[in-house]
Structure formats: structure tokens, C-alpha cells
Nanobody, 125 residues
Framework: QVQLVESGGGLVQAGGSLRLSCAAS????????MSWFRQAPGKEREFVSA????????YYAESVKGRFTISRDNAKNTVYLQMNSLKPEDTAVYYC??????????????????WGQGTQVTVSS
């Protein structure tokens, strides 16, 4: 069993930065591809970013490319999402997800092995 706990959310002005963390319990963190999703009020959950097990590959939604950076530290069982140049439309609850599959998944309806509880990010204009 793996538990994912997100942190680092908060209120920031447009143009500001936040770094989200997702800490995983257990000793098998490096076996999982890690992803970030977000869900704004009244909208469907959407893919934000993903990183492969060894961090050799990263993926981003077009809406965050060039502004967000995903990384992971397998020794610390943690995945990060550095968010720069934040916009009001980035306001959402951000979730991390773990997948033991062999390929990166970006569909929020995919059967991920574990989800975190989410952390709120609010960007004011």
C-alpha cells in the first residue's frame, strides 16, 4: 500500500511561483510513474504533467509547458511540481497519482494505482 500526500499549495498572485510536493510512503516509490492532475471548480480533472520512474522522461500539458517543471527524488520518495508564471486559470486542486504500468498515462480516467488527497492552488489576478 502506498499513501500519497501533497503539500505546497496556497494563494499566490498572478506571475508568482509555487512548488508542490507529493510524498509517498513505502519503499517502492521508484517503481511508479508519477503524474500531476488538477481539477478546477465545475470542470473535469485534467492532466498536468508526468515523470517516468527514473526521471528520464517528462510530459506536460500544452497549457503548462514552459512554466511548470516536474521532478522527482526517489531517495526521498517525493515528486515535485515547480510552477512559475502562474495564471488565474491555474487555480485548481492539484493531485498526484502513481501508476505501476510500463507506459506514461495522461488520461485522468485511467486506473491509477494511488491518488493523493489534493492540495489547493489559488492564483489571484
Amino acid at each position: 500500500q502506498v499513501q500519497l500526500v501533497e503539500s505546497g499549495g496556497g494563494l499566490v498572485q498572478a506571475g508568482g511561483s509555487l512548488r508542490l510536493s507529493c510524498a509517498a510512503s513505502g519503499r517502492t516509490f521508484s517503481r511508479y510513474t508519477m503524474s500531476w492532475f488538477r481539477q478546477a471548480p465545475g470542470k473535469e480533472r485534467e492532466f498536468v504533467s508526468a515523470i517516468s520512474r527514473s526521471a528520464s522522461s517528462t510530459y506536460y500539458a500544452e497549457s503548462v509547458k514552459g512554466r511548470f517543471t516536474i521532478s522527482r527524488d526517489n531517495a526521498k520518495n517525493t515528486v515535485y511540481l515547480q510552477m512559475n508564471s502562474l495564471k488565474p486559470e491555474d487555480t485548481a486542486v492539484y493531485y498526484c497519482a502513481a501508476d505501476s504500468g510500463l507506459t506514461i498515462q495522461t488520461n485522468p480516467l485511467y486506473d491509477y494505482d494511488y491518488w493523493g488527497q489534493g492540495t489547493q492552488v489559488t492564483v489571484s489576478s
